[in-house]
C-alpha cells in the first residue's frame, strides 16, 4: 500500500467509497464525481501507478482488471448498449489518481471520444 495513494487507503478500509463488486485482487467503486449516468472506477487492490505499469510487471492482474469491468457492465446493464471503458495514463493522457484504474462509463449516449 502507498500511504499517500487515495485508491490505496480505499482498499484499505481508510476512505469510504460505495463498492460495486470486489474480488481477491480488485475493488470496483462509483466514481464520486460521474462523468456518466454510470461511471464505474475498477482497481487492483495491488499498486501500480498506471495500466501501462500494471500490464508489464503482471499481466494476470491487468486481466483481473478487464475481467472485473467486464463484469461490472453486466451488473450495471450496460452491455445491450454500450459502454467505454477508459484507462487514462500520465499526464497528457489525464491521469488524476496514480494507481491503475479503468472507468466504466455508460447509461447514456457518451458523443465524441475527444472533443477540443
Known amino acids: 500500500m502507498e500511504i499517500n495513494c487515495l485508491f490505496c487507503r480505499i482498499v484499505a478500509g481508510q476512505i ?5 463488486r470486489e474480488t481477491d485482487t480488485t475493488l470496483a467503486f462509483r466514481d464520486i464525481s460521474p462523468q456518466a449516468a454510470v461511471h464505474v472506477l475498477v482497481i487492483p487492490k495491488e499498486h501500480y501507478a498506471d495500466v501501462a505499469t ?14 472485473t469491468a467486464a463484469v ?3 451488473t450495471e446493464g450496460l452491455l445491450a448498449d454500450g459502454f467505454r471503458l477508459i484507462f487514462n495514463t500520465g ?18 449516449p457518451l458523443g465524441p471520444m475527444r472533443s477540443r
Open 72 to 74: 461490472v457492465a453486466e
Open 91 to 108: 499526464q497528457f493522457g489525464g491521469q488524476e489518481v496514480f494507481h491503475a484504474h479503468a472507468h466504466v462509463l455508460g447509461g447514456e
Open 54 to 67: 500494471l500490464t508489464q510487471a503482471d499481466p494476470a492482474l491487468a486481466g483481473d482488471v478487464l475481467g
Open 16 to 20: 469510504p467509497a460505495t463498492v460495486v
